[in-house]
């Protein structure tokens, strides 16, 4: 395994997986044999409805709290409650969170970061993350807010590398954490002839070629899965190196095109839409 050190000093794994749209049940189970498998870093959501389901598959595995980076997201409808980081920490049946973000940048979202920061003050959130913030609330909030986020989760894969944002990122030592990272499994994406033809030579699948582009351009990566053996498979990818060559010729099938891009009506029903329990 590979780690990244945030601005905070603090160790991050650059590869673990995700539980997006994944049931309560298939959730407890990706987490456990993730874990198994030697997976230690884990990312869900408030909105996933899974953070339950997720604490247990942790409390399966009998890995100690401490080995494992556990990475949630506060919901907009949340963000001005005062006991959410409080019981989403008790979903997740755990003492604090290593990575805490906002999930949506809603209207309230300074709200919600003074909430995290006052967490994070007390040890209850041990780094602060912004998910989906355009370019402008992400240079707000490095220049207004009190403590600066260690990691922005955003879309990032071969297709959109998110340059633009990276920029800021680098400017700020602050960490990106890849979601799509292999385009939500397009076919389109993973099947393109320069993945095929560097995974040859590696012996590796074009999956992992994907996902070791990732680590060398600095992102961490959490690919969703439901298949133990893509799970397993999405973790060997630390021990071989693309070439600076490869890199490049990987950089060019770069379409500047995002799969997915929330508008400003689907962010104002987030603001609204209240969680389902979870279970
Ligand atoms: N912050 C946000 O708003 C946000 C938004 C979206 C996602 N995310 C995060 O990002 C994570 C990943 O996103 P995602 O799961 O939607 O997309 P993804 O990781 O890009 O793709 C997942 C798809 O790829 C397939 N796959 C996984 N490993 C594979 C392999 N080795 N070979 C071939 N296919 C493989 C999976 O199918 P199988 O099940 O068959 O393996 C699944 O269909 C989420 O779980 C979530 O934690 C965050």
């Not at 994406?189 to 699948?205: D, M």
């Amino acid at each position: 395994m590979e780690y990244l050190t945030l601005n905070n000093g603090n160790k991050m794994p650059m590869a673990g997986i995700g539980v997006f749209t994944l049931t309560p049940e298939e959730a407890e189970a990706a987490v456990e044999s993730a874990l198994r498998s030697g997976v230690r870093l884990i990312d869900t959501a408030n909105g996933y409805m899974n953070e339950s389901a997720t604490g247990r598959g942790i409390k399966n595995s009998g890995v100690a709290r401490e080995e494992i980076f556990v990475v949630t997201k506060l919901w907009p409808t949340v963000y001005e409650r005062e006991n959410a980081i409080d019981e989403t920490i008790k979903r997740l049946g755990t003492d604090y969170i290593d990575l805490l973000f906002l999930h949506q940048p809603t209207d309230n979202w300074r709200a919600g970061y003074r909430a995290i920061e006052k967490a994070y003050k007390e040890g209850k959130v041990k780094a602060i993350g912004l998910s989906n913030f355009p370019n402008d609330l992400l240079k707000e909030a490095i220049n207004t807010m009190e403590i600066n986020p260690q990691v922005v989760q955003d879309e990032a894969h071969p297709y959109y590398p998110a340059t633009d944002l990276k920029e800021i990122l680098k400017g700020n030592d602050m960490g990106l954490m890849a979601w799509f990272p292999l385009g939500h499994g397009d076919k389109a994406l993973i099947e393109e002839p320069v993945f095929a033809k560097i995974a040859e030579k590696y012996a590796k699948s074009n999956a992992q070629i994907i996902l070791r582009w990732h680590v060398q351009s600095g992102n961490i990566v959490i690919p969703g899965s439901k298949n133990p053996e893509h799970i397993r498979d999405n973790f060997a990818i630390f021990d071989f190196a693309l070439t600076d060559e490869e890199m490049a010729e990987i950089a060019k099938v770069d379409k500047g095109a995002r799969y997915y891009q929330a508008s400003p009506e689907l962010l104002a029903r987030y603001a609204t839409m209240e969680l389902k329990e979870d279970l």
